[in-house]
Protein backbone atom coordinates (compact mmCIF):
# COMPACT_ATOMS: atom_id res chain seq x y z
CA UNK A 1 0.00 0.00 0.00
CA UNK A 2 2.86 2.25 0.86
CA UNK A 3 4.40 1.77 -2.18
CA UNK A 4 1.44 2.34 -4.23
CA UNK A 5 0.52 5.79 -2.77
CA UNK A 6 4.72 6.85 -2.91
CA UNK A 7 4.72 6.33 -6.82
CA UNK A 8 0.91 8.46 -6.82
CA UNK A 9 2.55 10.96 -5.29
CA UNK A 10 5.47 10.89 -7.06
CA UNK A 11 3.55 11.03 -10.05
CA UNK A 12 1.39 13.82 -8.55
CA UNK A 13 4.99 15.68 -8.00
CA UNK A 14 6.84 14.76 -11.80
CA UNK A 15 2.97 16.33 -13.19
CA UNK A 16 3.67 19.35 -10.81
CA UNK A 17 6.80 20.44 -11.90
CA UNK A 18 6.42 19.68 -15.58
CA UNK A 19 3.46 21.79 -15.69
CA UNK A 20 6.23 25.00 -13.48
CA UNK A 21 8.99 24.31 -15.65
CA UNK A 22 6.44 24.59 -18.81
CA UNK A 23 5.01 27.60 -17.51
CA UNK A 24 8.05 29.24 -17.02
CA UNK A 25 9.24 28.10 -20.48
CA UNK A 26 6.17 30.26 -22.00
CA UNK A 27 7.68 33.00 -20.39
CA UNK A 28 10.70 33.28 -22.87
CA UNK A 29 10.00 34.37 -26.58
CA UNK A 30 12.15 35.32 -28.62
CA UNK A 31 14.62 37.85 -27.38
CA UNK A 32 15.09 40.74 -29.50
CA UNK A 33 15.96 44.32 -28.80
CA UNK A 34 13.57 46.93 -29.77
CA UNK A 35 14.62 48.94 -32.76
CA UNK A 36 16.42 51.91 -31.57
CA UNK A 37 16.26 55.29 -32.89
CA UNK A 38 19.27 55.71 -35.62
CA UNK A 39 21.43 58.56 -36.32
CA UNK A 40 21.01 60.61 -38.80
CA UNK A 41 22.23 59.37 -41.78
CA UNK A 42 23.90 62.21 -43.35
CA UNK A 43 26.07 62.92 -40.02
CA UNK A 44 25.91 65.51 -37.35
CA UNK A 45 26.18 68.50 -39.84
CA UNK A 46 24.78 66.84 -42.80
CA UNK A 47 25.93 66.73 -46.45
CA UNK A 48 26.24 69.02 -49.31
CA UNK A 49 23.67 68.10 -51.93
CA UNK A 50 24.48 69.72 -55.32
CA UNK A 51 21.54 69.33 -58.10
CA UNK A 52 22.59 66.97 -60.51
CA UNK A 53 21.56 68.12 -63.78
CA UNK A 54 21.21 65.62 -66.19
CA UNK A 55 18.42 64.60 -68.84
CA UNK A 56 19.19 60.75 -68.16
CA UNK A 57 17.69 61.30 -64.89
CA UNK A 58 14.47 60.15 -66.26
CA UNK A 59 13.81 56.18 -66.60
CA UNK A 60 16.91 55.80 -64.01
CA UNK A 61 16.96 51.89 -62.39
CA UNK A 62 19.59 52.32 -59.43
CA UNK A 63 21.00 49.68 -57.50
CA UNK A 64 22.64 50.39 -54.05
CA UNK A 65 25.15 48.05 -53.64
CA UNK A 66 27.51 46.13 -55.89
CA UNK A 67 27.69 42.82 -53.89
CA UNK A 68 26.22 39.60 -55.28
CA UNK A 69 22.55 40.25 -55.09
CA UNK A 70 23.43 44.16 -56.37
CA UNK A 71 25.29 42.92 -59.78
CA UNK A 72 22.55 40.06 -59.98
CA UNK A 73 19.82 42.71 -59.77
CA UNK A 74 21.46 44.99 -62.54
CA UNK A 75 21.90 41.55 -64.74
CA UNK A 76 17.76 40.93 -63.86
CA UNK A 77 16.74 44.37 -64.81
CA UNK A 78 18.99 44.47 -67.59
CA UNK A 79 17.21 41.53 -69.25
CA UNK A 80 13.60 42.29 -67.97
CA UNK A 81 13.13 46.17 -68.25
CA UNK A 82 15.17 46.89 -71.37
CA UNK A 83 14.93 49.66 -72.80
CA UNK A 84 12.84 51.02 -70.36
CA UNK A 85 15.28 51.87 -67.80
CA UNK A 86 19.34 52.75 -67.89
CA UNK A 87 20.68 51.36 -64.59
CA UNK A 88 23.02 52.23 -62.76
CA UNK A 89 25.23 50.16 -59.64
CA UNK A 90 26.91 52.30 -57.28
CA UNK A 91 29.45 50.36 -54.46
CA UNK A 92 31.77 52.15 -52.15
CA UNK A 93 34.46 49.21 -52.44
CA UNK A 94 37.11 49.39 -55.45
CA UNK A 95 36.22 47.95 -58.90
CA UNK A 96 37.20 44.09 -58.67
CA UNK A 97 39.49 42.38 -60.12
CA UNK A 98 39.48 39.83 -63.15
CA UNK A 99 38.10 36.48 -62.45
CA UNK A 100 41.49 34.81 -63.72
CA UNK A 101 43.77 37.05 -62.06
CA UNK A 102 45.62 34.83 -59.79
CA UNK A 103 47.82 37.09 -58.81
CA UNK A 104 44.95 38.22 -56.82
CA UNK A 105 43.24 34.79 -56.12
CA UNK A 106 46.21 33.01 -55.17
CA UNK A 107 46.47 35.32 -51.44
CA UNK A 108 43.90 33.00 -50.22
CA UNK A 109 44.26 34.58 -46.70
CA UNK A 110 42.72 37.84 -47.76
CA UNK A 111 38.76 36.10 -49.13
CA UNK A 112 36.17 34.50 -47.44
CA UNK A 113 35.16 31.39 -49.24
CA UNK A 114 31.65 30.93 -49.33
CA UNK A 115 29.34 27.56 -50.92
CA UNK A 116 27.04 28.09 -53.66
CA UNK A 117 23.83 25.39 -53.17
CA UNK A 118 21.01 25.03 -54.68
CA UNK A 119 19.42 27.99 -53.76
CA UNK A 120 21.27 30.34 -55.49
CA UNK A 121 22.62 28.29 -58.54
CA UNK A 122 19.15 28.08 -59.56
CA UNK A 123 19.00 32.04 -59.38
CA UNK A 124 22.52 32.28 -61.30
CA UNK A 125 21.08 29.75 -64.11
CA UNK A 126 17.93 31.99 -64.46
CA UNK A 127 19.69 34.90 -65.61
CA UNK A 128 22.36 32.88 -67.39
CA UNK A 129 25.37 33.43 -65.34
CA UNK A 130 26.00 30.02 -63.45
CA UNK A 131 28.34 28.62 -66.41
CA UNK A 132 30.78 31.54 -65.72
CA UNK A 133 30.56 30.95 -61.57
CA UNK A 134 31.17 27.43 -61.92
CA UNK A 135 34.24 27.55 -64.22
CA UNK A 136 35.85 29.13 -60.96
CA UNK A 137 34.65 27.29 -58.34
CA UNK A 138 35.36 24.30 -56.33
CA UNK A 139 32.75 21.39 -56.93
CA UNK A 140 32.54 19.83 -52.89
CA UNK A 141 30.31 16.78 -53.03
CA UNK A 142 30.86 15.38 -49.50
CA UNK A 143 32.67 16.06 -46.03
CA UNK A 144 35.03 15.06 -43.24
CA UNK A 145 33.80 15.56 -39.82
CA UNK A 146 35.53 14.65 -36.45
CA UNK A 147 33.31 14.48 -33.15
CA UNK A 148 34.55 15.31 -30.37
CA UNK A 149 36.74 12.54 -28.47
CA UNK A 150 36.67 11.20 -32.05
CA UNK A 151 40.18 10.32 -33.82
CA UNK A 152 38.40 8.80 -36.32
CA UNK A 153 36.12 11.29 -38.95
CA UNK A 154 32.59 10.47 -40.08
CA UNK A 155 32.20 11.09 -44.11
CA UNK A 156 29.29 11.69 -45.64
CA UNK A 157 28.28 12.24 -49.46
CA UNK A 158 25.44 14.23 -50.30
CA UNK A 159 24.15 11.95 -53.33
CA UNK A 160 20.79 12.64 -52.72
CA UNK A 161 20.47 16.52 -53.57
CA UNK A 162 19.91 17.69 -56.83
CA UNK A 163 22.18 20.80 -57.16
CA UNK A 164 25.82 19.99 -55.20
CA UNK A 165 28.16 22.44 -53.35
CA UNK A 166 30.11 25.11 -55.53
CA UNK A 167 32.77 26.76 -53.32
CA UNK A 168 34.88 30.20 -54.37
CA UNK A 169 35.72 33.62 -52.72
CA UNK A 170 32.76 35.82 -52.23
CA UNK A 171 34.69 38.34 -53.91
CA UNK A 172 35.47 36.12 -56.83
CA UNK A 173 31.42 35.63 -57.44
CA UNK A 174 31.88 39.51 -57.43
CA UNK A 175 34.32 39.54 -59.89
CA UNK A 176 32.29 37.45 -62.66
CA UNK A 177 29.05 39.16 -62.07
CA UNK A 178 30.59 42.50 -62.66
CA UNK A 179 32.74 41.15 -65.88
CA UNK A 180 29.52 39.56 -67.18
CA UNK A 181 28.24 42.97 -66.95
CA UNK A 182 30.48 44.14 -69.15
CA UNK A 183 30.82 41.65 -71.43
CA UNK A 184 27.04 41.82 -71.83
CA UNK A 185 25.22 44.99 -70.89
CA UNK A 186 27.92 47.58 -70.87
CA UNK A 187 25.62 50.06 -72.97
CA UNK A 188 22.87 49.81 -70.47
CA UNK A 189 24.37 49.32 -66.87
CA UNK A 190 26.87 51.56 -65.50
CA UNK A 191 28.85 50.57 -62.99
CA UNK A 192 30.29 53.30 -60.03
CA UNK A 193 32.37 51.78 -57.84
CA UNK A 194 33.92 53.95 -55.05
CA UNK A 195 30.65 55.70 -54.57
CA UNK A 196 28.70 56.06 -51.32
CA UNK A 197 24.92 56.02 -51.97
CA UNK A 198 22.12 57.76 -48.75
CA UNK A 199 18.77 58.30 -49.01
CA UNK A 200 16.95 61.74 -49.45
CA UNK A 201 13.48 61.23 -50.07
CA UNK A 202 11.92 58.07 -50.63
CA UNK A 203 8.59 60.24 -51.92
CA UNK A 204 10.47 62.53 -54.30
CA UNK A 205 8.95 64.59 -57.47
CA UNK A 206 5.49 63.84 -55.82
CA UNK A 207 6.16 60.26 -55.14
CA UNK A 208 6.96 59.30 -58.83
CA UNK A 209 10.71 58.80 -57.60
CA UNK A 210 13.36 57.98 -55.31
CA UNK A 211 15.79 61.14 -54.30
CA UNK A 212 19.41 60.02 -53.50
CA UNK A 213 22.50 61.65 -52.63
CA UNK A 214 25.58 60.20 -54.55
CA UNK A 215 29.35 60.98 -53.49
CA UNK A 216 32.47 59.80 -55.45
CA UNK A 217 34.48 58.72 -52.83
CA UNK A 218 37.92 58.32 -54.37
CA UNK A 219 38.78 62.14 -53.00
CA UNK A 220 40.86 62.61 -50.28
CA UNK A 221 38.40 63.61 -48.16
CA UNK A 222 37.68 61.50 -45.39
CA UNK A 223 35.14 63.93 -43.23
CA UNK A 224 31.42 63.01 -44.22
CA UNK A 225 30.68 66.70 -43.58
CA UNK A 226 33.28 67.49 -46.21
CA UNK A 227 31.65 65.28 -48.90
CA UNK A 228 30.06 66.87 -51.44
CA UNK A 229 27.18 64.51 -52.45
CA UNK A 230 24.84 64.93 -55.91
CA UNK A 231 21.40 64.57 -56.31
CA UNK A 232 20.22 61.62 -58.05
CA UNK A 233 17.08 60.49 -59.06
CA UNK A 234 15.76 57.09 -59.59
CA UNK A 235 12.50 55.13 -60.84
CA UNK A 236 13.32 52.57 -59.24
CA UNK A 237 15.57 51.89 -56.29
CA UNK A 238 16.96 48.01 -55.23
CA UNK A 239 18.97 48.56 -52.30
CA UNK A 240 21.56 45.46 -51.59
CA UNK A 241 23.73 47.82 -49.24
CA UNK A 242 24.71 44.59 -47.42
CA UNK A 243 25.68 45.30 -43.44
CA UNK A 244 25.61 48.98 -43.95
CA UNK A 245 21.92 48.96 -43.85
CA UNK A 246 21.58 52.70 -44.20
CA UNK A 247 18.52 52.53 -46.42
CA UNK A 248 17.05 49.97 -43.77
CA UNK A 249 17.78 52.42 -40.84
CA UNK A 250 16.60 55.53 -42.18
CA UNK A 251 13.09 53.68 -43.11
CA UNK A 252 12.85 52.77 -39.60
CA UNK A 253 13.37 56.04 -38.27
CA UNK A 254 11.09 57.45 -40.61
CA UNK A 255 8.31 54.96 -39.94
CA UNK A 256 8.68 55.54 -36.15
CA UNK A 257 8.72 59.32 -36.46
CA UNK A 258 5.25 58.95 -38.41
CA UNK A 259 3.73 56.21 -35.28
CA UNK A 260 1.76 54.01 -37.80
CA UNK A 261 0.32 51.12 -36.59
CA UNK A 262 2.76 48.28 -38.24
CA UNK A 263 6.01 50.23 -38.95
CA UNK A 264 8.48 49.09 -40.97
CA UNK A 265 11.33 48.11 -38.30
CA UNK A 266 14.89 46.53 -38.26
CA UNK A 267 14.47 43.16 -35.73
CA UNK A 268 17.87 42.73 -34.35
CA UNK A 269 18.33 39.33 -32.26
CA UNK A 270 20.22 39.14 -28.76
CA UNK A 271 23.26 37.16 -29.75
CA UNK A 272 23.42 34.78 -26.70
CA UNK A 273 26.33 32.40 -28.42
CA UNK A 274 28.56 35.28 -29.91
CA UNK A 275 31.60 33.29 -31.49
CA UNK A 276 34.42 34.86 -33.19
CA UNK A 277 37.42 33.41 -36.05
CA UNK A 278 40.59 33.52 -36.79
CA UNK A 279 41.45 32.23 -40.40
CA UNK A 280 44.48 30.07 -41.80
CA UNK A 281 45.02 29.07 -45.32
CA UNK A 282 46.90 26.02 -45.44
CA UNK A 283 47.96 22.90 -47.66
CA UNK A 284 46.80 19.49 -47.57
CA UNK A 285 48.49 17.02 -47.77
CA UNK A 286 49.23 14.34 -50.77
CA UNK A 287 47.26 11.55 -49.52
CA UNK A 288 44.02 13.34 -48.54
CA UNK A 289 40.99 14.32 -50.50
CA UNK A 290 40.89 17.81 -51.89
CA UNK A 291 37.77 18.07 -52.92
CA UNK A 292 35.73 17.84 -49.33
CA UNK A 293 34.83 20.13 -47.17
CA UNK A 294 36.45 18.93 -43.43
CA UNK A 295 35.70 19.60 -39.81
CA UNK A 296 36.24 19.44 -36.43
CA UNK A 297 34.69 20.17 -33.07
CA UNK A 298 36.56 19.96 -29.72
CA UNK A 299 34.90 18.79 -26.50
CA UNK A 300 32.26 21.35 -25.21
CA UNK A 301 32.03 22.97 -28.27
CA UNK A 302 35.11 25.26 -27.36
CA UNK A 303 36.19 25.31 -31.14
CA UNK A 304 34.78 24.59 -34.50
CA UNK A 305 37.18 24.07 -37.49
CA UNK A 306 35.36 24.32 -40.51
CA UNK A 307 37.90 24.19 -43.88
CA UNK A 308 36.53 24.57 -47.74
CA UNK A 309 39.32 24.31 -50.69
CA UNK A 310 40.06 27.44 -52.45
CA UNK A 311 41.16 25.24 -55.43
CA UNK A 312 41.45 21.77 -57.07
CA UNK A 313 45.26 22.17 -56.17
CA UNK A 314 44.92 21.39 -51.92
CA UNK A 315 45.29 24.53 -50.38
CA UNK A 316 42.19 25.34 -48.20
CA UNK A 317 40.99 28.11 -46.17
CA UNK A 318 40.08 26.85 -42.53
CA UNK A 319 38.11 28.98 -40.59
CA UNK A 320 38.76 28.53 -36.26
CA UNK A 321 35.54 29.78 -34.35
CA UNK A 322 35.87 30.53 -30.65
CA UNK A 323 33.73 31.79 -28.23
CA UNK A 324 34.41 35.66 -27.93
CA UNK A 325 35.86 35.70 -24.36
CA UNK A 326 38.00 32.65 -25.35
CA UNK A 327 41.51 33.31 -24.22
CA UNK A 328 42.72 31.65 -28.05
CA UNK A 329 40.64 33.94 -29.59
CA UNK A 330 42.98 37.52 -28.63
CA UNK A 331 46.00 37.94 -29.86
CA UNK A 332 48.48 35.87 -27.53
CA UNK A 333 51.84 34.00 -27.98
CA UNK A 334 52.72 32.24 -30.96
CA UNK A 335 54.06 29.55 -29.35
CA UNK A 336 51.01 28.98 -26.78
CA UNK A 337 48.81 28.79 -30.00
CA UNK A 338 50.76 26.19 -30.75
CA UNK A 339 50.46 24.17 -28.14
CA UNK A 340 47.06 24.90 -28.51
CA UNK A 341 46.38 23.95 -31.93
CA UNK A 342 48.21 20.73 -31.47
CA UNK A 343 46.10 19.66 -28.54
CA UNK A 344 42.78 20.75 -30.13
CA UNK A 345 43.43 20.44 -33.54
CA UNK A 346 45.85 17.35 -33.98
CA UNK A 347 44.67 16.50 -37.71
CA UNK A 348 45.47 19.43 -38.72
CA UNK A 349 48.24 21.43 -36.66
CA UNK A 350 50.75 19.88 -38.47
CA UNK A 351 49.70 21.57 -42.23
CA UNK A 352 50.22 25.11 -40.30
CA UNK A 353 53.37 26.71 -40.73
CA UNK A 354 55.18 28.57 -38.44
CA UNK A 355 55.04 31.92 -40.00
CA UNK A 356 50.90 31.32 -40.51
CA UNK A 357 50.52 30.00 -36.95
CA UNK A 358 52.27 33.65 -36.01
CA UNK A 359 49.93 35.66 -37.71
CA UNK A 360 46.78 33.96 -36.55
CA UNK A 361 48.33 34.11 -32.90
CA UNK A 362 48.89 38.01 -33.36
CA UNK A 363 46.34 39.12 -35.15
CA UNK A 364 42.98 39.69 -33.55
CA UNK A 365 39.76 37.38 -34.47
CA UNK A 366 37.14 38.62 -36.39
CA UNK A 367 33.13 38.27 -35.04
CA UNK A 368 30.27 36.73 -37.04
CA UNK A 369 27.07 38.80 -38.22
CA UNK A 370 24.15 38.58 -36.01
CA UNK A 371 20.49 37.65 -36.83
CA UNK A 372 18.40 40.14 -38.06
CA UNK A 373 15.48 40.54 -40.39
CA UNK A 374 13.27 43.55 -41.53
CA UNK A 375 9.40 43.53 -41.17
CA UNK A 376 6.39 43.78 -42.07
CA UNK A 377 7.75 44.32 -45.77
CA UNK A 378 10.50 44.40 -47.71
CA UNK A 379 9.36 47.43 -50.04
CA UNK A 380 8.88 51.46 -49.29
CA UNK A 381 6.56 52.94 -51.46
CA UNK A 382 6.33 51.05 -55.05
CA UNK A 383 9.40 52.47 -55.50
CA UNK A 384 12.27 50.83 -53.42
CA UNK A 385 13.04 47.47 -52.55
CA UNK A 386 15.45 45.92 -50.31
CA UNK A 387 16.77 42.22 -50.19
CA UNK A 388 19.67 40.45 -49.62
CA UNK A 389 21.82 40.94 -46.73
CA UNK A 390 20.37 44.32 -45.44
CA UNK A 391 17.04 42.91 -45.38
CA UNK A 392 18.05 39.49 -43.54
CA UNK A 393 21.05 38.62 -42.04
CA UNK A 394 21.89 34.81 -40.58
CA UNK A 395 25.35 33.52 -39.63
CA UNK A 396 27.15 31.66 -42.00
CA UNK A 397 26.77 27.74 -40.29
CA UNK A 398 24.60 26.39 -43.16
CA UNK A 399 25.64 28.33 -46.03
CA UNK A 400 22.24 30.47 -46.52
CA UNK A 401 23.34 33.64 -46.45
CA UNK A 402 24.60 34.35 -50.02
CA UNK A 403 22.21 31.62 -51.31
CA UNK A 404 18.86 33.37 -50.00
CA UNK A 405 20.21 36.72 -51.28
CA UNK A 406 20.80 35.27 -54.17
CA UNK A 407 17.20 33.64 -54.29
CA UNK A 408 15.45 36.81 -53.63
CA UNK A 409 16.79 37.71 -57.03
CA UNK A 410 15.32 35.11 -58.45
CA UNK A 411 11.93 35.53 -56.73
CA UNK A 412 11.96 39.21 -57.87
CA UNK A 413 12.61 38.50 -61.69
CA UNK A 414 9.82 35.89 -61.38
CA UNK A 415 7.63 38.94 -59.84
CA UNK A 416 8.90 41.16 -62.69
CA UNK A 417 7.47 38.37 -65.31
CA UNK A 418 3.67 38.16 -63.81
CA UNK A 419 3.34 41.50 -63.26
CA UNK A 420 1.91 44.15 -65.07
CA UNK A 421 4.73 46.60 -64.44
CA UNK A 422 7.81 47.04 -62.19
CA UNK A 423 5.55 48.73 -59.43
CA UNK A 424 3.45 46.01 -58.74
CA UNK A 425 6.50 43.65 -59.02
CA UNK A 426 7.68 44.99 -56.64
CA UNK A 427 4.64 45.08 -53.85
CA UNK A 428 4.15 41.30 -55.55
CA UNK A 429 8.47 40.49 -54.29
CA UNK A 430 7.44 41.90 -50.86
CA UNK A 431 4.39 40.25 -50.24
CA UNK A 432 5.58 36.81 -50.85
CA UNK A 433 9.11 37.08 -49.30
CA UNK A 434 8.77 38.86 -46.07
CA UNK A 435 6.97 36.10 -43.92
CA UNK A 436 9.91 33.82 -45.91
CA UNK A 437 13.00 35.88 -44.48
CA UNK A 438 11.53 36.30 -41.24
CA UNK A 439 11.33 32.31 -40.74
CA UNK A 440 14.34 31.63 -42.64
CA UNK A 441 16.16 34.30 -39.86
CA UNK A 442 13.87 33.04 -36.35
CA UNK A 443 14.62 28.74 -37.68
CA UNK A 444 18.66 29.99 -37.83
CA UNK A 445 18.73 31.83 -34.52
CA UNK A 446 16.85 28.89 -32.97
CA UNK A 447 19.39 26.86 -34.22
CA UNK A 448 22.83 28.95 -32.36
CA UNK A 449 21.22 28.57 -28.65
CA UNK A 450 23.63 27.99 -26.42
CA UNK A 451 23.42 25.53 -23.65
CA UNK A 452 20.10 23.57 -22.36
CA UNK A 453 17.85 25.98 -25.06
CA UNK A 454 20.02 24.80 -27.84
CA UNK A 455 19.59 21.37 -26.40
CA UNK A 456 15.67 22.06 -26.50
CA UNK A 457 15.41 23.96 -29.60
CA UNK A 458 18.21 22.31 -32.01
CA UNK A 459 20.01 18.80 -30.56
CA UNK A 460 16.92 17.13 -29.73
CA UNK A 461 14.63 17.77 -32.96
CA UNK A 462 17.83 16.61 -34.95
CA UNK A 463 18.35 13.23 -33.19
CA UNK A 464 14.04 12.73 -33.68
CA UNK A 465 14.18 14.07 -37.19
CA UNK A 466 17.07 11.73 -37.82
CA UNK A 467 15.29 8.63 -36.06
CA UNK A 468 12.07 9.11 -37.48
CA UNK A 469 13.00 9.41 -41.14
CA UNK A 470 15.70 6.52 -40.90
CA UNK A 471 12.19 4.30 -39.65
CA UNK A 472 9.35 6.17 -42.11
CA UNK A 473 11.13 8.16 -44.79
CA UNK A 474 7.89 8.47 -46.30
CA UNK A 475 5.96 10.03 -43.66
CA UNK A 476 8.75 11.87 -41.88
CA UNK A 477 11.39 14.51 -43.57
CA UNK A 478 15.13 14.75 -42.95
CA UNK A 479 16.44 17.36 -40.20
CA UNK A 480 15.36 21.32 -40.53
CA UNK A 481 18.99 21.73 -41.34
CA UNK A 482 18.56 19.65 -44.71
CA UNK A 483 15.28 20.79 -45.12
CA UNK A 484 16.46 24.33 -45.95
CA UNK A 485 18.71 23.13 -47.99
CA UNK A 486 16.20 22.25 -50.80
CA UNK A 487 15.80 24.82 -53.58
CA UNK A 488 11.95 23.65 -54.48
CA UNK A 489 10.97 24.75 -51.13
CA UNK A 490 10.41 28.13 -49.76
CA UNK A 491 11.23 28.60 -46.07
CA UNK A 492 7.49 28.34 -45.31
CA UNK A 493 6.84 25.33 -47.18
CA UNK A 494 9.84 23.85 -44.88
CA UNK A 495 7.91 25.21 -41.66
CA UNK A 496 4.87 24.03 -42.02
CA UNK A 497 6.56 20.10 -43.24
CA UNK A 498 8.22 20.31 -40.10
CA UNK A 499 5.19 21.41 -38.15
CA UNK A 500 3.66 17.85 -39.73
CA UNK A 501 6.75 16.08 -38.46
CA UNK A 502 6.59 17.45 -35.04
CA UNK A 503 2.45 16.62 -34.63
CA UNK A 504 3.33 13.49 -35.80
CA UNK A 505 6.26 12.63 -33.13
CA UNK A 506 4.18 14.04 -30.69
CA UNK A 507 1.38 11.93 -30.79
CA UNK A 508 3.37 8.83 -31.02
CA UNK A 509 5.77 9.18 -28.43
CA UNK A 510 2.87 10.53 -26.21
CA UNK A 511 1.08 6.87 -26.83
CA UNK A 512 4.26 5.41 -26.48
CA UNK A 513 4.78 7.07 -22.99
CA UNK A 514 1.83 6.38 -21.93
CA UNK A 515 1.66 3.21 -22.33
CA UNK A 516 4.91 2.70 -20.79
CA UNK A 517 3.28 4.33 -17.63
CA UNK A 518 0.13 2.18 -17.94
CA UNK A 519 1.94 -0.76 -17.95
CA UNK A 520 4.75 -0.20 -15.00
CA UNK A 521 1.44 0.92 -12.93
CA UNK A 522 -0.56 -2.32 -13.61
CA UNK A 523 2.71 -4.05 -12.52
CA UNK A 524 2.80 -2.15 -9.42
CA UNK A 525 -0.39 -3.34 -8.70
CA UNK A 526 -0.29 -6.41 -9.18
CA UNK A 527 2.78 -6.93 -7.09
CA UNK A 528 1.02 -6.65 -3.77
CA UNK A 529 -2.14 -8.87 -3.09
CA UNK A 530 -4.67 -8.54 -0.87
CA UNK A 531 -3.27 -11.35 1.15
CA UNK A 532 0.28 -10.03 1.63
CA UNK A 533 -1.23 -6.73 2.60
CA UNK A 534 -3.50 -8.44 5.74
CA UNK A 535 -0.02 -10.17 7.01
CA UNK A 536 1.95 -6.73 6.48
CA UNK A 537 -0.48 -4.50 8.46
CA UNK A 538 -2.13 -7.37 10.44
CA UNK A 539 -5.93 -6.37 10.05
CA UNK A 540 -8.70 -8.24 10.23
CA UNK A 541 -11.93 -8.03 9.30
CA UNK A 542 -13.29 -4.51 8.12
CA UNK A 543 -9.66 -3.34 8.43
CA UNK A 544 -8.81 -5.28 5.34
CA UNK A 545 -11.92 -4.62 3.75
CA UNK A 546 -11.28 -0.82 4.08
CA UNK A 547 -7.40 -1.58 3.28
CA UNK A 548 -8.68 -3.01 0.24
CA UNK A 549 -10.77 -0.10 -1.13
CA UNK A 550 -8.03 2.37 0.00
CA UNK A 551 -5.76 0.00 -2.31
CA UNK A 552 -8.19 0.02 -5.38
CA UNK A 553 -8.99 4.16 -4.64
CA UNK A 554 -4.80 4.55 -4.93
CA UNK A 555 -4.87 2.20 -7.97
CA UNK A 556 -7.55 4.25 -9.94
CA UNK A 557 -5.67 7.19 -8.82
CA UNK A 558 -1.80 5.71 -9.96
CA UNK A 559 -3.86 4.84 -13.40
CA UNK A 560 -5.06 8.20 -13.64
CA UNK A 561 -2.09 10.22 -12.89
CA UNK A 562 0.21 7.09 -15.30
CA UNK A 563 -2.17 8.38 -18.37
CA UNK A 564 -1.45 11.89 -17.18
CA UNK A 565 2.40 12.11 -17.06
CA UNK A 566 2.90 10.19 -19.63
CA UNK A 567 1.22 12.46 -22.00
CA UNK A 568 1.78 16.16 -20.98
CA UNK A 569 5.69 16.24 -20.57
CA UNK A 570 5.88 15.72 -24.49
CA UNK A 571 3.05 17.67 -25.06
CA UNK A 572 4.24 20.19 -23.16
CA UNK A 573 7.66 19.87 -24.58
CA UNK A 574 6.15 20.40 -27.69
CA UNK A 575 4.17 23.45 -26.77
CA UNK A 576 7.66 24.79 -25.31
CA UNK A 577 9.55 23.76 -28.61
CA UNK A 578 6.89 24.89 -31.07
CA UNK A 579 6.87 28.58 -29.33
CA UNK A 580 10.67 28.81 -29.66
CA UNK A 581 10.44 28.23 -33.07
CA UNK A 582 7.25 29.37 -34.61
CA UNK A 583 5.80 31.98 -31.79
CA UNK A 584 2.13 31.85 -30.90
CA UNK A 585 1.17 30.96 -34.56
CA UNK A 586 1.71 26.90 -34.24
CA UNK A 587 1.79 26.55 -30.20
CA UNK A 588 -2.18 27.23 -29.89
CA UNK A 589 -2.83 24.41 -31.79
CA UNK A 590 -0.81 22.56 -29.19
CA UNK A 591 -2.83 24.47 -26.38
CA UNK A 592 -6.03 23.05 -27.93
CA UNK A 593 -5.01 19.27 -27.78
CA UNK A 594 -4.10 20.06 -23.81
CA UNK A 595 -7.37 21.80 -23.54
CA UNK A 596 -8.94 18.73 -24.52
CA UNK A 597 -6.85 16.16 -22.62
CA UNK A 598 -8.92 16.01 -19.24
CA UNK A 599 -12.32 15.18 -21.52
CA UNK A 600 -10.04 12.44 -23.57
CA UNK A 601 -8.74 11.00 -20.20
CA UNK A 602 -12.54 10.94 -18.52
CA UNK A 603 -13.73 9.39 -21.60
CA UNK A 604 -10.77 6.38 -21.42
CA UNK A 605 -11.38 6.29 -17.77
CA UNK A 606 -13.72 3.24 -17.78
CA UNK A 607 -11.20 1.15 -19.78
CA UNK A 608 -8.41 2.04 -17.87
CA UNK A 609 -9.92 1.17 -14.15
CA UNK A 610 -12.00 -1.92 -15.68
CA UNK A 611 -8.97 -3.72 -16.86
CA UNK A 612 -7.09 -3.22 -13.75
CA UNK A 613 -10.22 -4.27 -11.33
CA UNK A 614 -9.64 -7.57 -13.31
CA UNK A 615 -5.91 -7.48 -12.57
CA UNK A 616 -7.28 -7.38 -9.28
CA UNK A 617 -9.79 -10.39 -9.10
CA UNK A 618 -12.94 -7.64 -8.58
CA UNK A 619 -15.38 -10.23 -10.84
CA UNK A 620 -15.34 -8.50 -13.87
CA UNK A 621 -16.98 -5.42 -12.72
CA UNK A 622 -15.80 -2.06 -14.07
CA UNK A 623 -14.84 0.49 -11.59
CA UNK A 624 -14.99 4.09 -12.77
CA UNK A 625 -14.10 5.95 -9.80
CA UNK A 626 -13.57 6.13 -6.31
CA UNK A 627 -17.22 6.55 -5.26
CA UNK A 628 -17.75 3.27 -6.71
CA UNK A 629 -14.74 1.66 -5.40
CA UNK A 630 -16.25 3.17 -1.35
CA UNK A 631 -19.73 1.55 -2.71
CA UNK A 632 -17.90 -2.14 -3.61
CA UNK A 633 -15.72 -1.69 -0.10
CA UNK A 634 -19.17 -1.16 1.94
CA UNK A 635 -20.35 -4.24 -0.56
CA UNK A 636 -17.10 -6.71 1.06
Avoid at 61 to 85: E, N, T
Avoid at 318 to 347: C, I, T, Y
Avoid at 393 to 407: D, I, Q, R
Wanted: hydrophobic share 40%.
Amino acid sequence: MTSIRTIANLCGILHLLCSVLVSLGFALPFTTIRPKSVNQAWGHQGPMIHEHKNSDNAGNAVIVGGGPAGLLSAICLAQKSAPAFKILVYDRQPKPPAPTDENVWSNFSRHYLIGLGGRGIVALEKFGVWDEVKAVSVPVPGRQDWNPGSNKPVERFLTERKYGTYVLPRDKLVSVLNQHIVDNYAGHVDLFYQHEVLPVDFFGNGGNSVLLGVANMTDDTTAEEEISFQKRSGDVVVVADGAARAFANQIEKEDMARDSGNPFSVVRFEDKNQRVFKTFHFRLPSNWRKDLNYAVRSAGDRIVFDALPANNRGDFVGNLLFRKDDEMAQRVDPSLFREFLDKVLPQFSPMFDDDTVRKVAESPSSPLPMFRYIKPRMHHGKRCILLGDCAHTVKPYFGLGCNSALEDVKIFGDCIDNASNINDAILDFSDSRAKDIETLVKASANLDKPGFAGIVSFLIPIILDGIFHKLAPRLFDPNIIAMLQREDLTFQDVLERKQKDRIAQIVFLGLLSSAVMMILARLSALIISVEDLATATKLSGGGVKSAIGRDRVTEGRLLNMALTVGLLPPVNWARFTCYQYYGHEFSKWIDMGRFLYPFIALLARPLYFGSFAKARGSGGKLVHSPYQLKAQRASI
